[in-house]
């Protein structure tokens, strides 16, 4: 059984009104469990409007999501945020940490929604750290990493919360080549691991390190391939 279906999604805003946008226009996608997917499109192309819907933090005006065989059609928000809880790990190009918390506070916080006992989280925090090798940073404040630093601890977030899907909205757009390549390849190795990853990105290079690239223009999907694996 696929993890993620995808059957005939429209996303509309201003439906029937001159202004009207589909931003997503009849797509079809399944991603299967443990594969790594990159969907790449140029802004405005749909991409961002697809990884909402598929990390459930919006929902389709038309068509069927099935998570997992579970559809989420009809979700109330609550259930869309236990879905989010427990489902998905989620990396952003902003990183998205709280300057007042450390890092290992920042890493344990989404377990907390998750009922994860405060020793356990501390347990899972500093095991993430240590896999994207920055443990020595736990007791730090964000605003004292450099932006490679902050990324890694946005990734041990995700990893913590040891969900099956972990989605990277442009992780590495505000980092430099190297750094963004050291990111993209602690995602390869948590795809090789096991971890279902779905890459999100305007960058043909970065879409290339995956291993199916799927491209999306004017809300609906144009190419769907499978790739060769890169060599780490």
Excluded at 81 to 91: K, L, P, S, W, Y
Excluded at 147 to 172: K, L, N
């Amino acid at each position: 059984m696929a993890l993620i279906e995808l059957h005939n999604i429209y996303k509309i805003y201003a439906e029937g009104e001159e202004n009207e946008v589909r931003a997503l226009d009849g797509v079809d996608l399944t991603i299967d469990r443990g594969e790594f997917v990159a969907i790449v499109g140029t802004s405005g192309s749909g991409k961002s409007t697809m990884m909402n819907i598929l990390g459930c933090l919006d929902v389709p005006t038309y068509g069927d999501y099935y998570l997992d065989g579970i559809s989420i059609k009809e979700r109330t928000e609550r259930e869309l945020a236990e879905i989010r809880n427990f489902q998905i790990g989620f990396i952003f190009q902003g990183y998205n940490l709280i300057p007042s918390l450390s890092v290992w506070q920042n890493v344990a916080l989404p377990m907390s929604y998750q009922g994860v006992r405060k020793d356990e989280q501390y347990d899972r925090a500093m095991a993430a750290l240590e896999q994207v090798e920055i443990a020595e940073k736990a007791e730090n404040r964000p605003n004292q990493l450099s932006g490679g630093q902050q990324q890694r601890v946005a990734i041990a977030r995700a990893i913590a919360t040891q969900s099956p899907i972990i989605m990277a909205d442009e992780p590495t757009g505000a980092l430099d080549t190297k750094t963004g390549a050291q990111v993209l390849s602690i995602l390869r190795d948590l795809n090789r691991a096991g971890t279902t990853v779905i890459l999100i990105t305007h960058d043909n290079g970065i879409a290339a390190q995956a291993r199916r690239r799927v491209r999306v223009q004017d809300g609906k999907i144009i190419e769907d391939e499978i790739l060769e694996e890169v060599s780490p």
